[in-house]
């Protein structure tokens, strides 16, 4: 388990993490949401102790995290970054040594990944030579070589095209199962939302929710009823039970807030004509991130 206690970074005046305690549970995947400039790398960097934190205390398994540890540790940073004129497969059997491999050890691994994303003939290509995506690749097979026991990404999937996110995505679910923990930053709440049993989303350098996503979705207290129908539901607008109410082109999606309301919204569109549906649906995780974020966040 990786604990964050009362941990503050501070710029100067400016607080970039303000007092996050998190618990970060072994062997899942926790998702790290926020808008830009929310404190996500800043908390990653702490973690990995390429920053000092201005207070408080961070800890995997009831220890500091120190030299050691940092090689059971795997990162995939933010500003990415490998030696453009190097090929492909020195520059990754180098990291792997900085980790603590031997080149014997290394070479199968590599070519068990390039081969996994479908790249086997980049191993002897100059990094330069590779597109933007590619080369993403290429620096998560970096992260993940030395089969780190915690998996940090930062904003893994972006930049990516949806075939390679869906490999991505396959590679990570892969290592959870097999033991790993993982943590990943993002923007996109639906990865989140798929990969994840527990998350974090960061406003202003706070931690504004926290917790399993079933149990946040639950809390939320909120939740949506899609309708679809033959004639105008304009008049849903006006009733006391409708907290939000947003137009379709084939009808509305009102938010309400429990079972009984939306028993309510059923009777009021009764003998008015053919619905063609009426779906109760739990929050999704843009509804929540919009309502504790705000409607800034684009
Ligand atoms: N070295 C630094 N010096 C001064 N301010 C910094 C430094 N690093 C980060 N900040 C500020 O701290 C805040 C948090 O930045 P951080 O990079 O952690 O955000 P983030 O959530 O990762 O954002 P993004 O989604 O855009 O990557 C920002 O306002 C940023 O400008």
Same mark, same amino acid.
């Given at each position: 388990?990786?604990?964050?206690?009362?941990?503050?970074?501070? !710029?100067?005046?400016?607080?970039?993490?303000?007092?996050?305690?998190?618990?970060?549970?072994?062997?899942?995947? !926790?998702?790290? %949401?926020?808008?830009?400039? &929310?404190?996500?790398?800043?908390?990653?960097?702490?973690? @990995?102790?390429?920053?000092?934190?201005?207070?408080?205390?961070?800890?995997?398994?009831?220890?500091?995290?120190?030299?050691?540890?940092? $090689?059971?540790?795997?990162?995939?940073?933010? *500003?990415? =970054? @490998?030696?453009?004129? @190097?090929?492909?497969?020195?520059?990754?059997?180098?990291?792997?040594?900085?980790?603590?491999?031997?080149?014997?050890?290394?070479?199968?691994?590599? /070519?068990?990944?390039?081969? +996994?994303?479908?790249?086997?003939?980049?191993?002897?290509?100059?990094?330069?030579?590779?597109?933007? =995506? /590619?080369?993403?690749?290429?620096?998560?097979?970096?992260?993940? @070589?030395?089969?780190?026991?915690?998996?940090? #990404?930062?904003?893994?999937?972006?930049? #990516?095209?949806?075939? /390679?996110?869906?490999?991505?995505?396959?590679?990570?679910?892969?290592?959870?199962?097999?033991?790993?923990?993982?943590?990943?930053?993002? $923007? +996109?709440?639906?990865?989140?939302? *798929?990969?994840?049993?527990? %998350?974090?989303?960061? $406003?202003?350098?706070?931690?504004?929710?926290?917790?399993?996503?079933?149990?946040?979705?639950?809390?939320?207290?909120?939740?949506?009823? +899609?309708?679809?129908?033959?004639?105008?539901?304009?008049? %849903?607008?006006?009733?006391?039970?409708?907290? $939000?109410?947003?137009?379709?082109?084939?009808?509305?999606?009102?938010?309400?807030?429990?079972?009984?309301? &939306?028993? *309510?919204?059923?009777? &009021?569109?009764?003998? +008015? =004509?053919?619905?063609?549906?009426?779906?109760?649906?739990?929050?999704?995780?843009?509804?929540?991130?919009?309502?504790?974020?705000?409607?800034?966040?684009?």
């Amino acid at each position: 388990m990786l604990k964050l206690e009362n941990v503050t970074k501070k !710029f100067g005046d400016f607080a970039a993490v303000d007092h996050l305690s998190l618990e970060i549970p072994a062997k899942q995947m !926790f998702g790290f %949401l926020g808008a830009n400039g &929310a404190g996500k790398t800043t908390t990653f960097r702490m973690i @990995l102790g390429l920053m000092d934190q201005t207070e408080g205390d961070i800890s995997w398994n009831d220890g500091e995290i120190g030299y050691e540890q940092s $090689h059971l540790i795997g990162y995939l940073p933010e *500003e990415r =970054g @490998l030696y453009p004129k @190097l090929k492909v497969e020195d520059q990754l059997v180098y990291l792997a040594k900085l980790r603590g491999m031997s080149k014997q050890e290394a070479v199968p691994e590599i /070519n068990r990944w390039l081969e +996994r994303f479908k790249v086997p003939e980049y191993r002897t290509k100059k990094v330069e030579e590779l597109s933007k =995506g /590619n080369q993403q690749k290429i620096q998560f097979i970096s992260a993940v @070589l030395h089969k780190p026991k915690l998996l940090i #990404l930062d904003e893994p999937f972006s930049g #990516l095209d949806p075939v /390679n996110v869906g490999m991505l995505k396959e590679a990570v679910v892969e290592l959870k199962e097999a033991g790993t923990s993982i943590v990943f930053s993002s $923007h +996109r709440m639906e990865h989140v939302e *798929e990969l994840c049993e527990s %998350l974090c989303i960061m $406003h202003k350098g706070k931690p504004v929710v926290h917790g399993g996503l079933k149990e946040i979705k639950r809390s939320f207290g909120k939740q949506k009823v +899609r309708i679809e129908a033959e004639f105008d539901v304009g008049f %849903l607008r006006d009733k006391e039970e409708v907290l $939000h109410y947003k137009e379709t082109s084939e009808g509305a999606i009102c938010q309400v807030k429990e079972d009984k309301d &939306a028993e *309510e919204l059923f009777e &009021a569109l009764q003998g +008015r =004509g053919f619905v063609r549906q009426f779906v109760l649906e739990e929050p999704s995780l843009e509804d929540i991130f919009i309502e504790k974020v705000g409607e800034s966040y684009e």
